[in-house]
């Protein structure tokens, strides 16, 4: 199973930027999708959240309303549209895939990804 995070980069303050998870290995349209994030020095927090047919979102209050998680299941792939982008938005983002929505740890998900640096200057 892989789960490939890509989009991220450098983006000033009030820009847009869009990640991708791809995954392989597995059957995609099973799993909750989720987004994750962690700045240095700070906890890893859940950012957003998708069921597995793509019905039912959650996002984080610093979020709501600029970023939107999406997925295509035909494409196994998940994305993060990322607006108003903010400096504390700054982080390294990590998809996750689970077979159950918001219900389990995060540590007791199933197949992380690596991450992908966002930054955003000021």
């Known amino acids: 199973v892989q789960l490939q995070a890509s989009g991220g980069g450098l983006v000033q303050a009030g820009g847009s930027l869009r990640l991708s998870c791809a995954a392989s290995?597995?059957?995609?349209?099973?799993?909750?999708m989720y987004w994750f994030r962690q700045a240095p020095g700070k906890e890893r927090e859940n950012v957003a959240a998708?069921?597995?047919?793509?019905?039912?979102?959650y996002y984080t209050d610093s979020v709501k309303g600029r970023f939107t998680i999406s997925r295509d299941n035909g494409r196994n792939t998940g994305y993060l549209r990322m607006n108003s982008l903010k400096p504390e938005d700054t982080a390294v983002y990590y998809c996750?895939?689970?077979?159950?929505?918001?219900?389990?740890?995060?540590?007791?998900?199933?197949?992380w990804g690596q991450g992908t640096q966002v930054t955003v200057s000021s």
């Open positions: 290995g597995l059957t995609f349209s099973s799993y909750a």
């Open positions: 996750a895939v689970d077979r159950y929505y918001l219900v389990k740890a995060a540590n007791e998900y199933d197949y």
């Open positions: 998708i069921t597995e047919g793509g019905d039912s979102t």
